[in-house]
């Protein structure tokens, strides 16, 4: 990248040719960042000054910025202050020029003209030379902070904030620099005008006193506007990680609405921004439209009153030209402050993040060694009998208003030793290994470990978007040979070989691509992995088929495992009697968080307590010895995929006409033609009151201070024209375009997101598509309208003022025309280009900021506690910076266009003004004027036209990508099916499967093969089979999840293909294995369809035991959140949920997997009596759960291998339908 010399900014267009070159042939290859920016990255010491700063004043943040960072906002002062000067120089040129040319008697004319010359070329050059490294230092500042923020608020994803920041911190050498620019102006206008200057600055400051106020309003009412931006798009990024589980249940219209309610909250919030945006504007046009008007007014008024010097060309046009230049301070001292007060609110909001109450480790630790296997040997280091964690009357609570939910622990946890916990569902198992890892918020009592990083597997596993490879190892060294015999141990190595790219395949979003059995394998792959010596698992075991769950037992709980081999310390949660019999020591809690019990598995299974009852009421775990295990077919068609990541290549290519015909239909014809209607009156009224001035000076030579009210009428009747339709044209497109957009587009995207096929749904990366409902309906929201409506005004600003320039001296245009036509022409080919290509890499660069963020805040427990918080603060520094070099690089290419631009316009006025002086006295003075001065504004005009151009060309990507996402995204027809639905179908539930083949899509390869089953209306199924044998694919099918390639599903004898997606799951009643909740309340989660009474979601609750759990936290209308209920209680809640939506057909897919046995007991005895009517498909791996169901359909590779009932099944020997209890049980 360029450095900040201007020596070198100026002869950056060697730099910029070779970046057009290389950013054509490879989007990559965009150069390093400078030292200064990298370090802003990486801040350390404005980090120490951050901690030792006085954190209770208000702007506390700010100012610890603007200190760290003074030498860098210093830099570019200097530079503004030319500029400031350069700028008001030029009405004393044009003074001076059409003085001359109106008298030249002069004792050295030739000389003299050649100085006017000469100062021109000083002037236009300077104010090239000075607004480029200004602007250059500014938006230098603009990336350093940006990049010092993002790694400030790293744990957590406030990317529209920074968004906010880095725009508002774009003005602030303009903010200081602008009340200069427009005291001096005043001055030179009471030279000018005398009194009559008051007048003007009467106008001026009254824009000022009305829209100074507004725009600190409008930064209050932004602040309120991100608020609901940001809840949109946390509860949209989590709809879209359990997406699958919500299509399933049939609650897709439901989130979708939740989720366009919040969007219409979100427009709805922006609209008193955006009214406040509509009076901001026009009080600042108010001042260019208003105040020339009141100046000349009382100017002429007065010269006519007292029989003085009438209004004269040079005066008239000097005067206008300082008009011009307050105008623009003025309107960015409004706008500026509007910014920079959004800039202050954002720090403010950010500020008070970075005070929430931080992670304490409340544990004493004993030693600070991280205790890890010696990674030669696999041998663990001894530690003696030194106790691995003692708890002595410990209690914990998630917050300080909590009652606590673990009362009065005390144990002790020996090393080297499993120790399991257990107890019922919602006894706070998992809260204690939290407990144990430091990750409760508040503790009472005393706990100290001998480990400072443990192996950490959650309930929920952890799976991140990458590889199998890549989430076994995590951050960890690569160690083949201990990497195979993890795999091998976790009965991983089969599913490897089965992959298309082995372990290198993907595993899709949060792991939707495997099923929960072997999410939770490959995190105890991690676990093991990662040398720990102390292992925390909670329930790593749910979800596996019982000859899988056999085989992890055996190679690595048992005696003669992987853990005891190793002498690792285990402490593992779970809900199953068949594990205690691998434990050293065993912990048994109540259901109100105390420990019952506590000893050795002999010890406690002899006594009377729960632990004794639930060992002799657990069935005998089979004990074949096969361990192979299939791939889900469910995974392998899933998982062959390209493992290249979509990064939207399509979109980099040129926008096409077709791209802006797609937002003019979105836009709508009548709302366009209005809004193109005021902006050509309002371009007339900015321009002709010029040529009206022209015609009112000649005629003020022949006739002086005549007719005066004829002439200010009509300049006023002008002035009023100008400010009303710039009311209009702001209105028509602030309140009436943007969001009719802004709702569409939303509506566009979430409906293909929430319809796409399951194969889209779990290949696609979470942050890839959160970035499309974040970044591009940021941009629809904010610049595509923003550089449409400027573009629109500077396209016809254009021509209007190059049509004045070159009218005002014809001999100029011959000369200059066809020049400036080609600059302008190589630069739209070469700059535009190579500006949209680096402005879609910054857009493009955003998404793997979302997912490491994302990703990090979903593993936040687990990254502590492997000690990974420091190389996911690495990785945050890595995309940080492949995001830094093109959002840096757009700002330098930027720099060079203003140089072109500005010595391009600096030619223009050095050759209009030498033609002019050489042709003195042949010269219409008059229309010099004009020249003269749409020359001080063609250079501005024409820079925002080019800028503006480009950011609508960058900004309308975000159409393309939203277009191209709609067009290549498969999609269902929710809708599509009968027209006319009975009422109460499915009444029965019979259903009948003939011969169906299915797969994921219409190309792919089947999962299903010549399914075919009966199932009578009211009958009882399960489907049982080994992990990878069709279960899952199954159901899906039967959910329209799939797409049958032959063969027929009837339900109550209407073929499923005619009835709509949307409709057949909404009439299903399904509890998927993993329980997902809505953002709402605790009612809404409980009756999402809004069909149940008070009384009966109150019933349901109390039918599964969770009302009084419930009514604690509040009641119904209560806060759903994560920790509101504990991964069992999330169960009986969806049970719960089934009870209150009437169906005639219940879907269980695992539900039990993760409930204690009385739990398990509850649930099949809820099932059987408040069920016994429905037809019931049950995918389950526990036999016991099963034995009364009417018939059993046992799956293998995609087919049913036997079919009958459980007797019948058990009762066939050695038989193939032998294999029974070791695939069920």
Known sequence: MPSSRPVVILFAVSWVAKLTILVLESTENLPALDSAIQAASDPKQLDEAWQEADKYHQNALLWTFALHYKWEIAEGILPRIAYTIF????????????????????PHPTMYAGGLLAAYAVVCIGLAVSYTVYQHKTYRLVSIIRGSLVTLIFNKTLPPIIERITV????????????????????????????ATIAAVVVIIACLIIGVPLAIASGDAQGTWLEAVEERIAVTSQALGVLKSIKMTGLTEVVSNNIRDLRSRDVKSSLRFRFYNVLILTFSYASSAL???????????????????????????????LFYLIDHPLMSIIDGSEDLMAVVNCF??????????????????????????????????????????????????WSVDDEPVLRSLSFQINPGLITMLVGPVGCRKSTLLKLLLGEVAEVSGTISTNFATAAYCSQTPWITFGTVRQNIVGSCQWDQGWYDTVVQACSL??????????????????????????????????????RERVLVLDDVLTGLDRETERAVIEAVFSPGGLIKRS?????????????????????SLNGDGNIIEQGTYDTLAAREGYVGTLTRSATPMVTSRSSELLLDDETLKNLNLDNNDDTDQYSRSSSDFSVFVYYFNVVGRPLLALFFVCVCAFTFGLTFPQIWLQWWTVANEKRPNEDIWYWLGVYGALGVLTLASAFFAIWVFGMLIIPKTAQRFHEILLGVTMNATTSVVTSTDIGTTTNRFSQDLELVDGELPEAFELTTYAILDFFVEGILVFVGSSYAAVAVLPLVMLVVYLVGTSYVRTSRQIRLLDIEAKAPLFSNFLEAMSGLPSIRAYGWSEDYKRRALATLEASQKPFYALYCIQRWLSVVLDLLLAGIAVVVVAIALSMVGNSNMAMLGISLFNIVCFSGTLQVLVTQWIDLETSIGAVSRIRSYVQQRETEDPAAGLEIMPNLWPEKGDIQISGVVASYSPSSEPVLRNINLNISAGEKVALCGRTGSGKSSLVSTILQLLHIHHGSILIDGIDISQVSSAALRSRVNTIPQQPFFLHGSIRLNANPEGNASEETIKWALQTVNLWSCIESRGGLDAEMTEDTLSRGQQQLFC???????????????????????DTDTLMQNVIRTHFQEQTIIAIAHKLESVQDFDKIAVMDSGQIVAYDTPKALLSKGKSVYGGLPARCA
Request: with cysteine; aromatic share 8%; charged share 20%.
């Open 87 to 106: 700028n008001l120089a030029q009405p004393f040129l044009v003074e001076r020029v059409l003085n001359f040319m109106k008298e030249p008697e002069h």
């Open 168 to 195: 508002g911190l774009r003005h602030i050498h303009d903010f200081y620099a602008n009340f200069i620019e427009v005291g001096l102006a005043f001055w030179l206008m009471a030279r000018l005008l005398g009194l």
């Open 291 to 321: 105040a020339p008007v009141f100046g000349f007014g009382v100017y002429t008024v007065l010269a006519w009153a007292q029989n003085s010097g009438a209004l004269t060309n040079s005066m008239a046009f000097s005067a206008l030209t």
């Open 348 to 397: 403010q909001r950010i500020q008070k993040f970075l005070l929430e109450t931080e992670r304490r480790d409340y544990r004493i630790i004993r030693s600070a060694a991280s205790g890890v296997i010696d990674h030669e040997t696999s041998e663990p280091h001894n530690d003696g009998e030194v106790p691995c964690v003692i708890a002595q009357d410990l209690s914990a609570a």
């Open 493 to 530: 190595k089969t599913d490897l070989q089965q992959l298309p790219a082995g372990d290198e395949t993907r595993v899709g979003v949060r792991g939707s691509c495997l099923s929960g059995g072997q999410q939770m394998r490959v995190a105890l792959a991690r676990a093991l992995y990662s």
């Open 567 to 587: 002498g690792l310390t285990v402490i593992l949660a779970t809900n199953s009697a068949h594990h205690l019999r691998f434990a050293d020591y065993i912990i």
């Open 1135 to 1157: 049970l719960a949920r089934a009870l209150c939506k009437p169906s005639s057909i219940l879907i269980i897919d695992e539900a039990t997997s993760s409930v204690d046995a």
